[in-house]
């Protein structure tokens, strides 16, 4: 121990020894009785040699040695003290029951769940104008992956929030590094449509809220969503703002689904724009929201949370989602 070996030698002649008690750590002071010191010894011309260095040492330095010591002690004190406060103070944050029960299949594993966030594949450069890779007409041009939505960004931002005050850690990866192997291997939640984070074409999907492209039209090209099975009042395709106009409103989905194993959990959280992929993961990340959506799938805990798909009406207001509202829910067995 530092102070020991401080009054064994430096300090072997001070009057007033420091202390910290084993199992304590409140330092402890007390007057060294007379008679107690090392008594001097003879020393020859060897020693007188050895020891001429400490013949010019002020006595403020052995002063200026004792604080360091002291100052030292306290500080590693003081930080063990406040980590312990830290993880109590953490520990009696109550957790929402809806988060519980929400993502009971992510927390509930010894693996880390995955969040795949998409990355598109584009053609052009960011100064000259860019825009999406056509595989039929863009043949042997650059390709540029590594350009993300904004929405995307703040969409893992919140899931992180989420998944720290549930003390499960996220493996962060972006689509196109994503390969089958891990999809079947680990829970995913991906944060991004099929449009962008292409490995969702690749594995089970939604199957009554579907990404699909316009053929033909006046809004031929643009990303709606498909309703495979309308209800009474819906229509068949969910189109938000035209794309060569500002986003204004978007849809977005919703989606848990079984995995390539089915023991695996996939949860889809996409718009048709950037937009509607921030408002999705917002949307399961706030307490209030999360309770709605619960409550209109008739879930009361962990165990009665089965595959669903659920579509969002977004309102955007300067590239901000401003407005979610739940529109439509479909349940699916297993």
Partial sequence: MKLEEYYAHEGQNDSVVVELPKGSYVLAFRARAPG???PARRVGKDDRRRAAPLSIEHPSNRVWVWAVVVLSILLAAALVVAVREGMRASARVAVPSAYRIFWSRFVNRSQQPWVIFSNGSFVGR???????FNPSA?????ILDHYTGVGEVLAVHQLDLVFVLLNQPLRVKRGSLVSLDDAKNND????????ENLVLLDIPGTQEFVFQRIASGPRNGDLGVFNTHPQPGEPEMFLGSPASKPTTEDYSVIALVPGIDPARSVLILAGTTTFGTQAAAEYVCR??????????LGVS????????????????THGVPVMTDLVAIRKRGG
Avoid: C, N, Q, W
Wanted: proline share 6%; hydrophobic share 45%.
């Fill in 301 to 316: 805990k962990a165990a009665d949370l089965k595959p669903f798909e659920a579509l969002l009406h977004v309102k955007v």
């Fill in 188 to 195: 995913l939640i991906f944060v991004g449509s099929p449009a």
């Fill in 36 to 38: 107690l010191t090392e």
């Fill in 126 to 132: 960011p100064e000259t104008g860019m825009r999406y």
């Fill in 138 to 142: 863009d043949s042997g041009a650059l």
């Fill in 287 to 296: 307490e209030d929201s999360l309770e709605e959506l619960l409550r209109r």
